[in-house]
């Protein structure tokens, strides 16, 4: 079982930054991948960024170049960091947790660009 923890959204204005946290407990997180996924207003969750066991990185088309996501294995820990931010990145940002058949999804975090 892994409980996942989002914090680090917020206010911000457009072209400004931000940082999302995803604390993971539980064991074994090392060999989870790890994905930011967000969900805006009458739309479906979308994938944003994806980072795996082997720290191999994927985005969206619609956020290369301006989010980047990492991973702390030793704090359990996954970010992204997210700037040039866009009215258009205003959503619930949710962070997933996926092995084999197992996958877990934390309460959300909110980010809000406008001016």
């Known amino acids: 079982q892994v409980q996942i923890v989002e914090s680090g959204g917020g206010l911000v204005q457009p072209g400004g930054s931000l940082r999302l946290s995803c604390a993971a407990s539980g064991s074994d997180f090392s060999f989870y991948a790890m994905g930011w996924y967000r969900q805006a207003p009458g739309k479906q969750r979308e994938l944003v960024a994806h980072?795996?066991?082997?720290?191999?990185?994927t985005y969206a088309n619609s956020v290369k170049g301006r989010f980047t996501i990492s991973r702390d294995n030793a704090k359990s820990t996954v970010y992204l960091q997210m700037n040039g931010l866009k009215p258009e990145d205003t959503a619930v940002y949710y962070c997933?947790?996926?092995?084999?058949?197992?996958?877990?999804w934390g309460q959300g975090t909110q980010v809000t660009v406008s001016s």
């Open positions: 997933n947790a996926a092995r084999r058949s197992d996958e877990y």
């Open positions: 980072i795996n066991t082997m720290y191999y990185t």
